[in-house]
């Protein structure tokens, strides 16, 4: 049977033509309706096995863990290393899970902000989400300039609520002398607005500057190609849509053409040095031929296995764009049911445009009461997440979600909505 059309079939019709179907099973959920992937993504249920064989491993190995046979944690992070770099479109030596999403910005501004008296500015968007505004903000002072004159912020036009991308295109031209980097999101986190990630590449690359992106909304929910965009760096969590655990390991991507290049400045730690002579204790750093030589420490086990359960499942799936296609046959769903259902009454700020969007609506109530209707969605067990100051996000995840999951959903707001 073929996935269907959403725009004619009924959601029990939709189920039963779902290839992915059968992958829910694969996760637990709390009591309700769990729509709430976009901030932490629902638990596979092979976590518990995987951390569990580290935890006896600990408990009989010791110290020797490290270096056992199967598994090594020496190379454990280096098992998801595939994994990642399919989900990215970047190659192996460009990917590595790493430390925290706000961590690994901070390091790579380090090695890619470099600026100069003449180029100094960094361009974001006015409503980044704070750790990317803060990040900015604090490599500026860093460096002794000032974000005042430093940071440019663009923002979207005059009752709008998206960025428009000509003006994002436009204000990197019109910095460009000055620019030194752009940081952008690829998902917008509060919109869900997917931005034209290769476009602002060639556009920074055309005056000059770096350009990195944030994709803590991006990875797993939409399909990347960082490598063939030319993108200079890029870092994102793996607790949303890669399922991975409240607080899990992040990543990193770098370009390969700047991987060795020893110019870069560049924070270093134990574990980015030769791991062939990392035990020798020298203290001459002899850096990793890939990206991995950002790496400080060494690796989290316990959070790295949990994103192995996850990886797991989404190569079943059949990679991201298996779960792409399901996700905007979902929001198609999504979209046709709101309409019909709640008209007027709620306005998806979310563009309309299936390349702008992933699976995460941003829903604003008409009538104003927004924080009403969460509270009250809250206590019919509907799980999604609200945002100040008059959003309500709802993500239909496609390796978990049904399409029954989103039409009880419409059902239960139509009654609460006035």
Same mark, same amino acid.
């Given at each position: 049977?073929?996935?269907?059309?959403?725009?004619? @079939?009924?959601?029990?019709?939709?189920?039963?033509?779902?290839?992915l179907?059968?992958?829910? =099973?694969?996760?637990?959920?709390?009591?309700?309706?769990?729509? #709430?992937?976009?901030?932490?993504?629902?638990?596979p249920?092979?976590?518990?096995?995987?951390?569990n064989?580290?935890?006896?491993?600990?408990?009989?190995?010791?110290?020797?863990?490290?270096?056992?046979?199967?598994?090594?944690?020496?190379?454990?992070?280096?098992?998801?290393?595939?994994?990642?770099?399919?989900?990215?479109?970047?190659?192996?030596?460009?990917?590595?899970?790493?430390?925290?999403?706000?961590?690994?910005?901070?390091l790579?501004?380090?090695?890619?902000?470099?600026p100069?008296?003449?180029?100094?500015?960094?361009?974001?968007?006015? $409503?980044?989400?704070?750790?990317?505004?803060?990040?900015?903000?604090? +490599?500026?002072?860093q460096?002794?300039?000032?974000?005042?004159?430093?940071l440019?912020l663009?923002?979207?036009?005059?009752?709008?609520?998206?960025?428009?991308?000509?003006?994002? @295109?436009?204000?990197?031209?019109?910095?460009?002398?000055?620019?030194?980097m752009?940081?952008?999101?690829?998902?917008?986190?509060?919109?869900? +607005?997917?931005l034209? &990630?290769?476009a602002?590449?060639?556009?920074g690359?055309?005056? !000059?500057?770096?350009?990195?992106? =944030?994709?803590? $909304?991006?990875? !797993?929910n939409?399909?990347? +190609?960082?490598?063939?965009?030319? #993108?200079? %760096?890029?870092a994102?969590?793996?607790?949303?849509?890669?399922?991975?655990?409240?607080?899990?390991?992040?990543?990193?991507?770098?370009?390969?053409?700047?991987?060795?290049?020893?110019?870069?400045?560049k924070?270093?730690?134990?574990?980015?040095?030769?791991?062939?002579t990392?035990?020798? &204790?020298?203290?001459?750093?002899?850096?990793?031929?890939?990206?991995?030589?950002?790496? &400080?420490?060494?690796?989290p086990?316990?959070?790295?296995?949990?994103?192995?359960?996850?990886f797991?499942?989404?190569?079943?799936? !059949?990679?991201?764009?298996?779960?792409?296609?399901?996700?905007?046959?979902?929001?198609?769903?999504?979209d046709?049911?709101?309409?019909?259902?709640?008209?007027?009454?709620?306005?998806?700020?979310?563009?309309?445009?299936?390349?702008?969007r992933?699976? +995460?609506?941003?829903?604003r109530?008409?009538?104003?009461?927004?924080?009403?209707? %969460?509270?009250?969605l809250e206590?019919? $067990?509907?799980l999604c997440?609200w945002r100040?100051?008059?959003?309500?996000?709802?993500?239909?995840?496609?390796l978990?979600?049904?399409?029954?999951?989103?039409?009880?959903?419409?059902?239960? %707001? =139509?009654g609460i909505?006035?």
């Amino acid at each position: 049977m073929s996935p269907g059309d959403p725009a004619n @079939l009924t959601a029990a019709e939709l189920d039963a033509a779902d290839p992915l179907a059968t992958l829910r =099973d694969e996760f637990e959920f709390p009591d309700g309706i769990y729509l #709430v992937g976009n901030s932490l993504g629902a638990m596979p249920k092979a976590v518990r096995q995987l951390v569990n064989t580290e935890l006896d491993r600990w408990g009989t190995l010791g110290v020797e863990g490290h270096f056992s046979e199967q598994t090594p944690w020496k190379d454990y992070h280096e098992l998801v290393t595939t994994p990642l770099a399919n989900l990215v479109g970047g190659r192996p030596s460009e990917v590595v899970a790493m430390n925290a999403l706000t961590v690994n910005l901070h390091l790579l501004m380090v090695s890619f902000y470099r600026p100069t008296p003449e180029r100094h500015k960094i361009l974001i968007e006015s $409503h980044a989400f704070p750790s990317d505004h803060f990040a900015a903000e604090s +490599q500026i002072r860093q460096r002794g300039f000032d974000p005042e004159s430093s940071l440019v912020l663009v923002a979207p036009r005059d009752g709008e609520e998206t960025l428009n991308p000509d003006d994002i @295109l436009a204000a990197i031209a019109e910095h460009g002398d000055e620019l030194a980097m752009v940081m952008l999101p690829g998902v917008q986190y509060y919109t869900g +607005q997917v931005l034209p &990630m290769a476009a602002i590449t060639k556009a920074g690359h055309d005056v !000059g500057a770096m350009v990195g992106f =944030d994709l803590a $909304h991006g990875v !797993g929910n939409i399909e990347l +190609q960082l490598h063939d965009w030319d #993108v200079d %760096f890029a870092a994102w969590c793996s607790y949303k849509y890669l399922n991975a655990g409240p607080g899990a390991v992040a990543g990193a991507f770098v370009h390969e053409r700047h991987v060795n290049d020893q110019s870069l400045p560049k924070l270093v730690g134990w574990w980015g040095t030769n791991p062939a002579t990392r035990f020798e &204790m020298a203290t001459t750093f002899d850096p990793i031929p890939t990206v991995e030589s950002w790496q &400080m420490s060494n690796a989290p086990i316990l959070p790295l296995a949990a994103l192995r359960a996850s990886f797991d499942i989404i190569e079943r799936a !059949g990679g991201i764009s298996a779960m792409r296609a399901k996700s905007e046959r979902q929001v198609a769903f999504l979209d046709r049911r709101l309409d019909e259902t709640l008209g007027d009454r709620v306005n998806n700020i979310t563009p309309t445009a299936m390349h702008e969007r992933g699976c +995460q609506f941003a829903l604003r109530v008409t009538a104003g009461d927004g924080k009403r209707v %969460f509270s009250e969605l809250e206590a019919a $067990h509907v799980l999604c997440d609200w945002r100040e100051p008059d959003v309500i996000r709802v993500a239909p995840v496609p390796l978990y979600n049904s399409f029954a999951d989103i039409d009880r959903f419409v059902e239960i %707001f =139509d009654g609460i909505v006035t």
